[in-house]
């Protein structure tokens, strides 16, 4: 495997736990009764402005850390360089992820115009920010794993 395929792997796998610890703190925080309340609009902007600090500073360090372990493990160091393959696999996945979040807004707004509840519009949108970034990161590891 290449580092660019493990960088990939451990950065979706990163994303996920991040995701999930995040969560499971937030929503064992926050009593089960008052999510749909008068505060739903205030717990939701508040879930997400705090998620992105959040995952950018776990990222970081996880970004680090896994450099750290590849280096002690294989002896080389990070590749310094990106060739044109590494910039189009980054555009096709990099498109593939807009698309994947826009069809989640598009989905999000139109939980509005159906009538649910505010908190159904927030957990589409945050769901659907969640699936691109899991679509950008196959898809780069596809496009390691069988060119493009």
């Not at 908190?119 to 590891?141: C, N, R």
Request: charged share 15%.
């Amino acid at each position: 495997m290449s580092y660019q395929e493990k960088k990939n792997i451990v950065s979706l796998m990163g994303s996920l736990f991040i995701f999930g610890m995040y969560c499971l703190y937030v929503f064992q925080k926050q009593s089960v009764g008052s999510i749909d309340s008068t505060d739903t609009f205030r717990f939701w902007g508040a879930f997400i402005l705090i998620l992105i600090p959040v995952s950018i500073v776990a990222k970081i360090i996880i970004t680090i850390v896994f450099n750290i372990i590849y280096r002690l493990t294989t002896n080389e160091i990070e590749p310094s360089f990106y060739d044109e393959l590494d910039k189009l696999i980054e555009l096709k996945a990099t498109r593939n992820s807009y698309y994947v979040f826009i069809l989640g807004f598009l989905l999000s707004m139109g939980s509005l115009v159906l009538e649910m509840q505010p908190s159904a519009m927030f957990i589409i949108l945050i769901a659907s920010g969640l699936v691109s970034e899991m679509v950008g990161g196959i898809t780069q590891l596809y496009h390691y794993r069988r060119g493009v």
